[in-house]
Nanobody, 121 residues
């Protein structure tokens, strides 16, 4: 069993910053890609940023230059540093990991519980 635990969400004023973290634990052999998704009220869930095991990153256009994704492979943790936040960034943020289980030759997607980010004055 694998669990992803998120932290770092909260209420911030426009232009402010937040840092989200997501730590994976359990029967993990390795983790391929990790990413952050978000879902705003009345919107579909969208991919925000991804990072591969080799460190290659990808971002949606709306967050480029403002958000930065990183990971610590030794800790099985992914981070999302968010700056210059806008009200449009308000959403529940979910982390995702493609996990290779230690006991099987299989990759399984796991999701965090979600953390609320609210950008408002």
């Amino acid at each position: 069993q694998v669990q992803l635990v998120e932290s770092g969400g909260g209420l911030v004023q426009p232009g402010g910053s937040l840092r989200l973290s997501c730590a994976a634990s359990g029967s993990i052999r390795s983790i391929n890609s990790m990413g952050w998704y978000r879902q705003a009220p009345g919107r579909e869930r969208e991919l925000v940023a991804t990072i591969t095991s080799g460190g290659s990153t990808n971002y949606i256009d709306s967050v480029k230059g403002r958000f930065s994704i990183s990971r610590d492979n030794a800790k099985n943790t992914v981070y999302l540093q968010m700056s210059s936040l806008k009200p449009e960034d308000t959403a529940v943020y979910y982390c995702n990991a493609e996990v290779m289980l230690y006991y099987a030759f299989a990759i399984q997607d796991y999701w965090g519980q979600g953390t609320q980010v609210t950008v408002s004055s």
